[in-house]
Every structure is written in structure tokens, then in C-alpha cells.
């Protein structure tokens, strides 16, 4: 099956697998992780889109990636660590998606939604190369408040929780 979904799409054979894996390579190395708890999770979807392609395209590898929000460089192997331990505190804070700086200068309407974002939940980012944010919550509560003020803002909306 892994042959044909390569040939469908880089990101296809991950749904052979999971829920929860460390994909590298073009999406052809996939290692399995162990589930993290079943935290709520917000996603959210603008009416625009991005071609996947493009977002690539205009992707910055020349330089490090690294957390904005912590503004150091972002280590995988720990947080391979904290997901096989949850270490969930450590996730959240360390959260990063390189194609947001590629997406945003495509559309810089998506840059403003996920600072809007941010505002609300610091654990927001880009889910892949767009559209879709995602924001994760330790409780129901606060993912019940985000996704009430966010939810007729946007073309899709779901409040649902991390798969186990």
C-alpha cells in the first residue's frame, strides 16, 4: 500500500499508520509514536487556499528552524522525547510549522488570522501548508471559550480531540 500512496501524495501514507507518527523525508519515513492523550483541539479552516505546491515553492531553507515563539532552534529528538513520555507542557511550548513563513507571504490574511489566534491560545499554528489552523488545549473549558468566539468566523469549524 505504501508504494501506491507515495505515487497519490507525499502525506498519504501517514494515514497507513498512526494516529500519531514523526514523518521526515517526503513523507516516505514514518515512524510510529505512541498516542498522546485525547486533548481538545480546535481546528479552524478560512474560506482560501493555498496550492501545496506553491507553499513549497517559496520555502526559506536557508535558514534554521527555529520556535518563534521561544526563539530558539527547534530540537525534534526532544520532542520525539516528550511525546513518547507526554510531556505535554513541553509539547505545547514548542510547537512550530516552517510552511506558516511560505503560506503567509502567499496570503497575508492567514498571518492575521493565526495572530488573532495567539491572542486567545498561544498553542495556534498552521496545520501543514494551509489553510487549516489548529489551537490545543490541556481542558475542555477553555477549548469550549476559544472555539465559541471562533467558531461562525470561519468556512469549517470543529471541536473534536486528539485521536488515542
Not at 515563539?69 to 513520555?85: G, H, R, T
Not at 492567514?110 to 498561544?122: A, Q
Not at 475542555?140 to 469549524?157: G, I, L, M, P, V
Request: net charge negative.
Amino acid at each position: 500500500m505504501c508504494h501506491y500512496g507515495e505515487k497519490l501524495g507525499s502525506d498519504v501514507n501517514f494515514f497507513f499508520f498512526g494516529p500519531t507518527c514523526h514523518v521526515s523525508g517526503r513523507g516516505e519515513i514514518i515512524k510510529e509514536l505512541p498516542s498522546l492523550p485525547a486533548l481538545p483541539i480546535v481546528l479552524l479552516k478560512p474560506e482560501a487556499g493555498l496550492s501545496a505546491g506553491e507553499v513549497y515553492k517559496n520555502l526559506n531553507l536557508q535558514n534554521q528552524v527555529v520556535n518563534e515563539n521561544q526563539k530558539k532552534p527547534v530540537d525534534i529528538e526532544k520532542i520525539l522525547e516528550s511525546v513518547a513520555c507526554e510531556d505535554i507542557p513541553f509539547i505545547l511550548n514548542n510547537l512550530y510549522n516552517k510552511l506558516e513563513e511560505s503560506s503567509f507571504k502567499l496570503n497575508s490574511e492567514l498571518e492575521k488570522i493565526k495572530n488573532e489566534m495567539i491572542k486567545e491560545n498561544p498553542y495556534s499554528l498552521m496545520s501543514g501548508s494551509g489553510t487549516t489552523f489548529f489551537s490545543l488545549f490541556k481542558d475542555n473549558h477553555e477549548a469550549q471559550n476559544f472555539y465559541k468566539k471562533f467558531q461562525d468566523k470561519f468556512y469549517f469549524s470543529a471541536l473534536t480531540t486528539l485521536l488515542k
